[in-house]
């Protein structure tokens, strides 16, 4: 599977923005899609996680109440949908994929900065 991030920019803070991840391939439905984030010397960090299937989804404790993950199987494709937004979520966001235990498939970033 290739995995496309898109939707990051500038926002203030208080604002929301979505993120999408478009997947190609086959069998989408059998991926768990995640995302991660990064900021320049630190290590990327699990964001939030929809696995595959039905789709339980899996949030850390950060974004808890304020981002939404959802997948879209028949358009292939998950959405990181962030509100109320921080500086602190500054970061580039990254989708990942997996069918086992390791994220092994990912996509390009997408930079999202918050200004306060």
């Known amino acids: 599977v290739q995995l496309q991030a898109s939707g990051g920019g500038l926002v203030q803070a208080g604002e929301s923005r979505r993120l999408s991840c478009s997947a190609s391939?086959?069998?989408?439905?059998?991926?768990?899609v995640a995302w991660f984030r990064q900021v320049p010397d630190r290590a990327r960090e699990f964001v939030s996680a929809?696995?595959?299937?039905?789709?339980?989804?899996y949030y850390a404790d950060f974004v808890k109440g304020r981002f939404t993950i959802s997948r879209d199987n028949d358009k292939k494709m998950v959405y990181l949908q962030m509100n109320n937004l921080k500086p602190e979520d500054t970061a580039a966001y990254y989708c990942?994929?997996?069918?086992?235990?390791?994220?092994?498939?990912w996509g390009q970033g997408t930079q999202v900065t918050v200004s306060s």
């Open positions: 990942a994929a997996r069918v086992g235990t390791q994220w092994r498939y």
């Open positions: 391939g086959s069998f989408f439905i059998n991926y768990s």
């Open positions: 929809v696995k595959y299937g039905v789709g339980t989804t």
